[in-house]
């Protein structure tokens, strides 16, 4: 998952209004009220940075804590990308560059460094070193791959033992060195130790969850995902279950890391800070995420069905989720948290979703998101392992 465009700026400029959610949204032609509303941070802004798996992850986790009734801290998303990138170049020179390598990533990433690193709170570590006040990555993200290019070419004939410190002279340029030890409300940790003591989450309670054919249901594979370079393993589950599973979660108080395509027509140019699928075809776009559907061309946006309000959609079958997947349709663009759920004019069900691209439309950075939606274009999710029904933990041979 990644995200990365020069047309945020732009597109904040141009969209943010700067209003909180309320209980009641309106949006023209949809009226949304809360069904349920869970506990989460402030959202954040990863900006110019494609960084969306580990502002998402972080934020459920801190959603996480919240649920088990410890107290809000903003956790660092840049701790994580840090080692995240450290442990990914380690790999793709393992691999004779033979991988996928950018700022993109996965869930799974936060649960790894999260595990074997520990975290810190972000004021701890920003990670701006780089004279910027927001996440800019186009420079680092080159420099990166220039330079494990160039291990890889292995001029010598045989690797040194400094590339790797090299490597990691170059994020603590750009990010900042790695805190050894900080205190936080008075008291001096590790990121192990507050991780372990703090955070206190047990990375080995949450499973990530998807939907697709080419593998048999109930069993675990590895996401053929560009961004999945750790190969984290998957549940697959029908799309009915997968669904079951997303309205469980919600209405018994879990939060939900999802990961999901967003370059379809139907997110928020039917109107901002909506996703839905129109029962009616357009032509693909073209991009990533903000980029694809702010360029799109006015002619191509259509609001036609849906300019009274709410309107049908289509129905989603497992058949076509997975032609989709199999066409490069379904693409692994965006990292999200879904943190409730509402209902339209109609008692129509969406999911409410938080965002990490600022406060950038009239919901305050969230969006509401229709089961068909979701259902569709879903790529995976983490939830604990109690947010599964036990009807179907047991299919999955969950404790």
Same mark, same amino acid.
């Given at each position: 998952?990644?995200?990365?465009?020069?047309?945020?700026?732009?597109?904040?400029?141009?969209?943010?209004?700067?209003?909180?959610?309320?209980? /009641?949204?309106?949006?023209?032609?949809?009226?949304?009220?809360? #069904?349920?509303?869970?506990?989460? %941070?402030?959202?954040?802004?990863?900006?110019?940075?494609?960084?969306?798996?580990?502002?998402?992850?972080?934020?459920?986790?801190?959603?996480?804590?919240?649920?088990?009734?410890?107290?809000?801290?903003?956790?660092?998303?840049?701790?994580?990308?840090r080692?995240?990138?450290?442990?990914?170049?380690?790999? &793709?020179?393992?691999?004779?560059?033979?991988?996928?390598?950018? %700022?993109?990533?996965?869930?799974?990433?936060?649960?790894? /460094?999260?595990?074997?690193?520990?975290?810190?709170?972000?004021?701890?570590?920003?990670?701006?070193?780089?004279?910027?006040?927001?996440?800019?990555?186009?420079e680092?993200?080159?420099?990166?791959?220039? &330079?494990?290019?160039?291990? #890889?070419?292995?001029?010598?004939?045989?690797?040194?033992?400094?590339?790797?410190?090299?490597?990691?002279?170059?994020?603590?340029?750009?990010l900042?060195?790695?805190?050894?030890?900080? %205190? &936080?409300?008075?008291? =001096?940790?590790t990121?192990?130790?507050?991780?372990?003591?703090v955070?206190?989450?047990?990375?080995?309670?949450?499973?990530?969850?998807?939907?697709?054919?080419?593998?048999? $249901?109930?069993?675990?594979f590895?996401?053929?995902?560009?961004?999945?370079?750790?190969?984290?393993?998957?549940?697959?589950? @029908?799309?009915? =279950?997968?669904?079951?599973?997303?309205?469980?979660?919600?209405?018994?108080?879990?939060t939900?890391?999802?990961?999901?395509?967003?370059?379809?027509?139907?997110?928020?140019?039917?109107? @901002?800070? /909506?996703?839905?699928? @129109?029962?009616?075809? /357009?032509k693909?776009?073209s991009?990533?995420?903000?980029?694809?559907?702010?360029?799109?061309?006015?002619?191509?946006?259509?609001?036609?069905?849906?300019?009274?309000?709410?309107?049908?959609?289509?129905?989603?079958?497992?058949?076509?989720?997975?032609a989709? $997947?199999?066409?490069?349709?379904? %693409?692994?663009d965006?990292?999200?948290?879904?943190?409730?759920?509402?209902?339209?004019?109609?008692?129509?069900?969406?999911?409410?979703?938080?965002?990490?691209?600022?406060?950038?439309?009239?919901?305050?950075? &969230?969006?509401y998101?229709?089961? @068909? $939606?979701?259902?569709?274009?879903?790529?995976?999710?983490?939830?604990?392992?109690?947010? #599964?029904p036990?009807?179907?933990?047991?299919?999955?041979?969950?404790?």
């Amino acid at each position: 998952m990644r995200k990365i465009t020069s047309f945020m700026f732009a597109f904040i400029f141009a969209m943010a209004l700067g209003a909180n959610a309320q209980e /009641v949204k309106k949006a023209e032609g949809y009226q949304f009220t809360d #069904i349920k509303r869970l506990p989460a %941070t402030s959202v954040k802004d990863q900006a110019r940075a494609g960084t969306c798996w580990a502002w998402s992850g972080i934020s459920f986790f801190e959603s996480e804590m919240l649920r088990m009734g410890k107290d809000s801290v903003n956790l660092s998303a840049m701790y994580v990308v840090r080692h995240a990138y450290s442990d990914k170049a380690t790999k &793709y020179v393992r691999m004779h560059g033979t991988m996928n390598f950018g %700022t993109g990533g996965a869930f799974c990433d936060v649960m790894h /460094v999260l595990q074997n690193y520990g975290i810190v709170p972000m004021e701890v570590y920003e990670g701006l070193n780089y004279g910027e006040e927001t996440h800019t990555f186009g420079e680092l993200e080159t420099i990166l791959k220039a &330079y494990v290019d160039a291990v #890889i070419l292995n001029p010598n004939k045989k690797l040194s033992t400094a590339w790797k410190r090299g490597y990691d002279g170059v994020l603590d340029a750009y990010l900042g060195d790695e805190p050894e030890t900080f %205190t &936080y409300q008075g008291k =001096e940790y590790t990121p192990k130790s507050f991780a372990e003591e703090v955070v206190g989450l047990d990375m080995n309670d949450y499973v990530s969850l998807t939907s697709f054919t080419h593998h048999p $249901f109930y069993s675990q594979f590895a996401i053929e995902v560009q961004d999945n370079w750790l190969w984290g393993l998957s549940y697959n589950l @029908p799309i009915d =279950e997968l669904m079951e599973v997303m309205n469980n979660a919600i209405d018994n108080g879990y939060t939900i890391a999802w990961a999901s395509d967003v370059s379809e027509r139907g997110f928020a140019t039917v109107e @901002p800070g /909506v996703a839905v699928i @129109p029962t009616t075809d /357009v032509k693909e776009m073209s991009g990533a995420e903000i980029a694809k559907w702010e360029n799109m061309p006015k002619g191509q946006q259509s609001r036609d069905a849906f300019k009274k309000g709410p309107a049908p959609e289509k129905h989603i079958t497992q058949e076509m989720r997975q032609a989709e $997947f199999d066409n490069y349709l379904t %693409t692994d663009d965006h990292g999200m948290h879904i943190i409730g759920k509402a209902k339209d004019q109609n008692g129509t069900e969406y999911f409410i979703v938080k965002n990490s691209w600022n406060k950038y439309n009239k919901f305050g950075g &969230y969006f509401y998101a229709s089961e @068909p $939606f979701v259902a569709f274009k879903t790529m995976n999710i983490i939830v604990h392992k109690n947010a #599964i029904p036990k009807d179907i933990k047991k299919k999955l041979g969950i404790k």
